[in-house]
């Protein structure tokens, strides 16, 4: 099953595994790739994984969530992305771009006075931020659209909006950090007019049959946060959204990537909850969290929950993990989750620090 093709609107992919976004952190001060990024596609290529997506990419300078992160925001990028997609194709490869806003959630480095829906500090934030004007609302919208329009432009095979893991598009869905009182906060349709806002901007401007998909947070996991019911609900409401999948993921930061995954039991983290929303949609679903044993992923395939899997840890450690899984050389990621990977100095980029697992375990 794994190795069976599969679709997402209108991109054909040859097999069920997918590079879950994983920022690279491999760019200039100014979001342009460096070269270790196009070596990094490369061999993520080679490997056989069906569709790459790029680590979360910003469009706009105001929600550059941290440094060396990739930016998308200036038709300035175009040339450097190509060469990206480019590299990808030749393999054979398929690619997706991750586009994002901070909002909140940016480092001190990076952004002096970050924005979000409502003004908020800890402990959902790091530090202070201020609320939008509605004229930013607006502004940012168009970022996004202009921001996948650029992706299109670049050979992207298809762009993913990043509506998880606490950043601007989870900051409006969440009734802990949306506190507003206009059109944009309060219930929960109003909360989620920025997205669909997103969604129909981008539409206008990559046209009907442009993959376009989501990787979508259905939990908070925090006090006063998203409750699960209030997620699948705005699930149910993609295809309306002109979505053409949706990645579940759920969770504010390290709660998104579980550490310590190392029975089968403990693999596929947020599949109860993919389970309760599977009867909602009839998009293709992309199950992502812990994954790690080849018969977990299948057979989270074949009970027909989940569309595809998403691997990050797993494919940081090994980039060729899944031509391995395919020759039936490997049938369980080595990945110990103690999370080793996200650098600890600049120019290091990611890479997988975490010891060897000692034999036999
Ligand atoms: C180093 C690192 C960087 C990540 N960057 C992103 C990102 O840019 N966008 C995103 O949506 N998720 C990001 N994630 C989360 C992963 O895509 C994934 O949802 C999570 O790690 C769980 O999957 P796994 O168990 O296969 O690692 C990142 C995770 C790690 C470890
Ligand atoms: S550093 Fe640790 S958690 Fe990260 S990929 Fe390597 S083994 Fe997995």
Known sequence: MLFTPGRIGSLELPNRLVRSATAERMADEKGFPKPELEALYTELAQGGVGLIITGHMYVAPSGKCHEEMTGIYSDEHIPALVRLTKTVHKEGGKIAAQINHGGGSSNAETVAEPIAPSSAGEPYFMR??????????????????????????????????????????????????????????????????????????IREQVGPDYPVFIKFGIIDGLEEGLLPEEGIQIISQFIEMGLDAVEISGGVGYQSTRKGIRKPAEEGYFMPIIEEARPQTDLPILAVGGFRSRHVMERALLSGVADFISLCRPLIREPGLPNLIQSGEREKSTC???????????????????????EGD
Not at 133 to 156: L, V
Not at 336 to 355: D, L
């Open 128 to 201: 202070s931020a201020r609320s939008m004007a509605p004229g930013e609302i607006e502004e940012t919208i168009q970022a996004y659209a202009q921001a996948a329009r650029r992706a299109k432009e670049s050979g992207f095979d298809a762009v993913q909006i990043h509506g998880a893991h606490g950043y601007l598009i989870s900051q409006f869905t969440s009734p802990l950090t949306n506190k507003r009182n206009d059109q944009w906060g309060g219930n929960i349709e109003n909360r989620t007019r920025f997205l669909r806002r997103v969604c129909q901007a």
């Open 336 to 358: 110990i989750s103690a999370n080793n990977c996200w650098p600890t100095k600049m120019n290091t980029g990611i890479a997988c620090k975490c010891p060897a697992l000692p």
